[in-house]
């Protein structure tokens, strides 16, 4: 077995990203110290170095001894730990995204570790120069701003460290996989279900989504190499989908199912009739807001996001993933699972 090069501490271990970095570390050169809140999501089996510590508390709750010996033992911190959930209010996300991620600059600076963030592609509707300003009740408007605002704070901190930015996470390109259902997985599901009336899609949107390995590939490479500077767009950009292609692999996987979709109308979520919509059973009026608030999103980032895969592919070793396949991977894998 190959000799760990480093000791990296994983926030977020029980976490979608931090599963996926756990799935695919076995046979790289490191080693993983899992930290998870005490009474928080079990790891899967076969992670033996478990920190139980909570990231929003000095120290991460630990007692001085204890914190000074993990700040010995660790060379790299990967921080995929926070609150994802859409919808709430800013006070919510920032005792764990932003306070959070003050503690682990903290830590950064006492063991002299680089950070390696998680952080979402979605601050590109908030960055100065968007085409467009994103509204202050887009459901994602106050969780971006929790991730922009830990961008901020490691530019201006002087710790080592590089940022991901992540599209929509889907499962396992090979295999469909996930730890448990994201949005998009939800969201597909209940279109394959024949319950979408319409889909609210801005004219020239695409449809970004990118599976979880690639990444936990990319960020584990990026702690191989010692990588200590540059921020990632994990997006498909230009290569994305667009949304009448997502709909074709809804109608497939359907099919597969036995179910027959008729067509799915899109709809310019600008032209959307609020009366209409309040007529709506409520799930659907989730769905289409989310939907609606999503695309407004990509609208803000030019209805194509930004992307760096070709420099992940190049550096990082990230393979050549069809997004298409990996989507329908990830439908299949939903409906045997998740469903």
């Known amino acids: 077995m190959t000799e760990p090069a480093c000791t990296v501490l994983l926030t977020g271990a029980s976490g979608v990203v931090g599963q996926a970095v756990l799935r695919e570390a076995p046979g790289r050169p490191v080693r993983i110290v899992s930290m998870a809140r005490p009474g928080g999501t079990a790891l899967p089996p076969g992670h033996d170095e478990v920190l139980g510590a909570d990231l929003t508390r000095p120290r991460f709750g630990l007692d001085e001894d204890s914190y000074a010996a993990l700040a010995r033992d660790v060379d790299t911190v990967i921080h995929s730990a926070g609150l994802t959930e859409w919808g709430l209010p800013y006070e919510r ?34 960055f100065t120069d968007a ?64 319950r979408a009336p319409f889909i609210p899609v801005h004219q020239g949107n695409r449809i970004d989504i990118v599976p979880q390995d690639l990444l936990a590939k990319a960020v584990l490479r990026a702690v191989e190499l010692g990588d200590d500077g540059g921020s990632f767009w994990v997006t498909y950009g230009d290569e994305a989908m667009d949304m009448e292609r997502a709909v074709e692999m809804c109608v497939k996987h359907a099919s597969a199912l036995g179910r027959t979709l008729g067509p799915i109308p899109v709809t310019d979520p600008d032209a959307l009739d609020p009366e209409a919509l309040l007529r709506l059973p409520p799930l659907a009026r989730s769905y289409l807001s989310v939907l609606r608030d999503v695309s407004e999103v990509t609208r803000c980032s030019g209805g194509v996001l930004p992307t760096s895969m070709p420099e992940l592919r190049a550096r990082y070793d990230v393979p050549h993933i069809q997004d298409t396949d990996a989507y329908l991977r990830t439908l299949e894998y939903a409906s045997a699972h998740l469903s």
């Not at 995204?97 to 908030?126: K, P, Q, W």
């Not at 459901?139 to 460290?161: A, C, F, H, P």
């Open 131 to 194: 085409p467009h300003q994103l509204s202050d009740t887009n459901v994602t408007m106050n969780y971006v701003r929790s991730k922009l605002r830990s961008e901020q704070m490691l530019r201006d901190s002087g710790v080592r460290y590089t940022v991901f930015r992540p599209t929509n996470l889907i499962g396992d390109s090979a295999t469909g996989w996930t730890s448990r259902g994201q949005i998009v997985q939800l969201m597909s599901d209940w279109i394959c279900r024949g």
């Open 93 to 126: 996300y920032k005792p764990a995204n932003v306070d959070g991620t003050r503690r682990v600059i903290e830590f950064a600076e006492h063991a002299c570790a680089t950070v390696h963030f998680m952080s979402t592609a979605f601050v590109a509707a908030l």
